[in-house]
């Protein structure tokens, strides 16, 4: 996420897999407990982000579920932050952004 946010942004692929098959995201609500619906996975994951990254994404990240082949994925829409995002690690914090397709760690 912080390497989309310190880029140009991009979409993260829920319940994709490599090859851009759908597996769908019933198996990700399965393992949620109090909520296992998709409420409760964009919850999930709007704590996630915000508790790992420097600045709070509301307003940056959209995060959606649509069919693709009559199968349910997520799709996460992040545009750029504007400003340095950091990620925070084990040893501190690491500046993440997008080479091509690859993350480096600044």
Same mark, same amino acid.
């Given at each position: 996420?912080? &390497?989309? %946010?310190?880029? *140009?942004?991009?979409?993260?692929?829920?319940?994709?897999?490599?090859? !851009?098959? @759908? %597996? !769908?995201? *019933?198996?990700?609500l399965a393992t949620? #407990?109090? #909520?296992? =619906?998709?409420? &409760?996975?964009?919850?999930?994951? +709007?704590?996630?982000?915000?508790? =790992?990254?420097?600045?709070?994404t509301a307003g940056?990240?959209?995060?959606?579920?649509? @069919?693709?082949?009559?199968?349910?994925? &997520?799709?996460?829409?992040?545009?750029p932050s504007g #400003?340095?995002?950091?990620?925070? &690690?084990?040893?501190?914090?690491?500046?993440? +952004?997008? %080479?091509?397709?690859?993350?480096?760690?600044?």
């Open positions: 996420m912080a &390497g989309f %946010l310190n880029s *140009d942004g991009g979409v993260l692929a829920i319940g994709v897999d490599d090859e !851009g098959q @759908p %597996l !769908g995201v *019933d198996s990700d949620f #407990k109090s #909520k296992p =619906n998709l409420d &409760g996975l964009e919850l999930f994951l +709007r704590e996630l982000f915000d508790a =790992n990254l420097s600045t709070t940056l990240v959209r995060i959606s579920f649509e @069919p693709l082949s009559g199968i349910t994925i &997520g799709l996460v829409r992040v545009t #400003k340095p995002v950091f990620a925070k &690690g084990q040893n501190g914090r690491g500046s993440y +952004r997008l %080479l091509g397709p690859h993350w480096e760690c600044q």
